[in-house]
């Protein structure tokens, strides 16, 4: 079967960094995608990606090894306001989009 | 940007009656869109696929009888959820991609709309 594993929950400090990791075993590879959630809200779209490395894109970077099967979105800096749920998908084979259950992040003072 | 409004964002019905959630697309037409469901604290869950012009791809286990879809435009999707009950209570929210070389890969989702059913 398909499966997208992720973290349920992290806690980390404001001003710190943390990396969320996500794992998957898909039929087929076509990208994989980060979204956040904040509570009661839609997804919205955060990375993109399909080949192996790192993509940066502000505070926010995220690795992929296709070959681990193996992905993580990493922020730095953290504000208050990154509290929120994070969500790992990726596009199998038939390009349907296979979502992990997501990482609620707690952000502290 | 691509945008995708959903419609309404909040409903409350009673038990028995019908509710339809509007999806659209107001800056690209999509041929495709997608309708989820959301529990709480849980992960996106597919329910269908709505094509333009065609009757929808309904995921296993989703009753194509209670949840209608119809996709009439290139910019308009919706969904009806028939004879609701307390257990149809959740958050829906629907999704688009622009398509093209620069949107494929970008999933632009609603706002969402959560049921409450009495």
């Known amino acids: 079967g398909q499966n997208i594993d992720q973290p349920t929950e992290m806690t980390a400090t404001e001003g710190a960094i943390v990396q969320i990791n996500c794992t998957y075993q898909?039929?087929?590879?076509?990208?994989l995608f980060w979204y956040q959630q904040h509570a009661g809200e839609a997804p919205t779209f955060l990375s993109y990606?399909?080949l192996d490395g790192l993509e940066e894109k502000g505070r926010f970077s995220s690795f992929l090894s296709r070959s681990k099967g193996y992905s993580y979105l990493l922020l730095k800096e953290l504000q208050m306001k990154d509290s929120a749920s994070y969500l790992c998908?990726?596009?199998?084979?038939?390009?349907?989009?296979?979502w992990g259950a997501g990482t609620k992040l707690i952000i502290k003072p | 940007g691509a945008v995708v409004s959903q419609h309404p964002s909040w409903v409350i019905c009673k038990s028995g009656t019908s509710v339809k959630i509007e999806c659209r697309s107001l800056?690209?037409?999509?041929?495709?869109m997608f309708w989820y469901r959301q529990f709480p604290k849980q992960s996106l869950m597919l329910m269908a696929t709505?094509?333009?012009?065609?009757?929808?791809?309904?995921e296993q286990g989703v009753e194509k009888d209670k949840f209608l879809i119809n996709h009439a435009s290139l910019t308009l999707s919706t969904l009806t959820v028939t004879s609701a009950h307390p257990e149809d209570s959740s958050f829906y929210i629907c999704?688009?991609?622009?398509?093209?070389?620069?949107?494929?890969?970008?999933?632009?989702f609603g706002a969402g709309s959560r049921l409450t059913v009495l």
């Open positions: 800056d690209f037409q999509a041929t495709t």
């Open positions: 898909t039929s087929g590879f076509n990208g």
């Open positions: 998908a990726v596009k199998d084979s038939n390009y349907q989009l296979i």
């Open positions: 999704s688009a991609s622009p398509g093209g070389e620069a949107g494929a890969n970008v999933l632009t």
């Open positions: 990606n399909v």
């Open positions: 709505s094509n333009e012009g065609s009757k929808a791809t309904y």
